[in-house]
Each structure stands twice: as C-alpha cells, then as structure tokens.
C-alpha cells in the first residue's frame, strides 16, 4: 500500500479480469481496486522494540493512523 503507483496497478489488475487480494497493516490508505482486503492493525506490543535499538516502535507510531 505504500507503493505510489498502488491504486493504478491494481485497476490495470482489475482490468485484465484479475480477481485482486490485499493484506495489509491498515497504517496507509490509498484508493485501490480489490475484490478482498484483509486489514490487521499492529497493537504497539506487536511491535518488536529490541530490534535496531528500538527504531520499529517509533516508525510504527509515526506511521500508525
């Protein structure tokens, strides 16, 4: 979903007759063309925080809607 070119992709998808699935984290909303999306928000405690000395909790935070 973070990919710019998202929403055109998939409606060329959508064109062609491709049945489109997308699963997602739910931090990005875009228009985009599917025919099932699967959203599952990250709780901050799925968050690994002792990685690259806590950098993924404070992305997460900044990019969680």
Do not use: Q, Y
């Not at 979903?1 to 409606?11: C, H, K, N, S, Y």
């Not at 228009?31 to 699967?38: A, E, H, K, Q, R």
């Amino acid at each position: 979903m973070i990919v710019p070119e998202m929403p055109a992709f998939t409606e060329a998808l959508h064109a062609e007759g491709i049945h489109i699935t997308i699963e997602t984290a739910g931090t990005v909303d875009a228009p985009v063309t599917c025919d099932l999306m699967s959203i599952s928000p990250k709780l901050s405690n799925s968050v690994p925080n002792l990685i690259e000395n806590g950098r993924w909790p404070t992305r997460h935070d900044k990019l969680h809607l």
